[in-house]
């Protein structure tokens, strides 16, 4: 069973910095493209960031752009967010998720984590 497990989530400061992991086990996601995607209260689950399975090609929301950065790691069939400069509109719970040729929709994902959160105070 493939599964999809988040880490790194918590409470800081604007300003601050938190890295996100995801770790998948169960089969190997190296040839799928891997997202985040994130949820606030209220609003719909937006795209944040994906990575192609070569590792070459990223791609960002515009309001995350610059701030944050995403890695994968297949050996360790692990991916990462790195979240500088963090700001109270960041608070959400934040997903990982897998999917052949995904992109930015979340019905392109075949595969989820079950959310980590990340409040940002002010």
């Known amino acids: 069973q493939a599964q999809l497990v988040e880490s790194g989530g918590g409470l800081v400061q604007a300003g601050g910095s938190l890295r996100l992991s995801c770790a998948a086990s169960?089969?190997?996601?190296?040839?799928?493209?891997l997202g985040w995607f994130r949820q606030a209260p209220g609003k719909a689950r937006e795209f944040v960031a994906n990575?192609?399975?070569?590792?070459?090609?990223?791609y960002y929301a515009d309001s995350v752009k610059g701030r944050f950065t995403i890695s994968r790691d297949d050996a360790e069939n692990t991916m990462y967010l790195q979240m500088n400069s963090l700001k109270p509109g960041d608070t959400a719970v934040y997903y990982c998720?897998?999917?052949?040729?995904?992109?930015?929709?979340?019905?392109?994902?075949?595969?989820w984590g079950q959310g980590t959160q990340v409040t940002v105070s002010s």
């Open positions: 998720a897998a999917g052949p040729g995904a992109m930015v929709r979340d019905t392109d994902y075949a595969y």
């Open positions: 169960g089969r190997t996601f190296s040839s799928y493209t």
């Open positions: 990575i192609r399975w070569s590792g070459s090609r990223t």
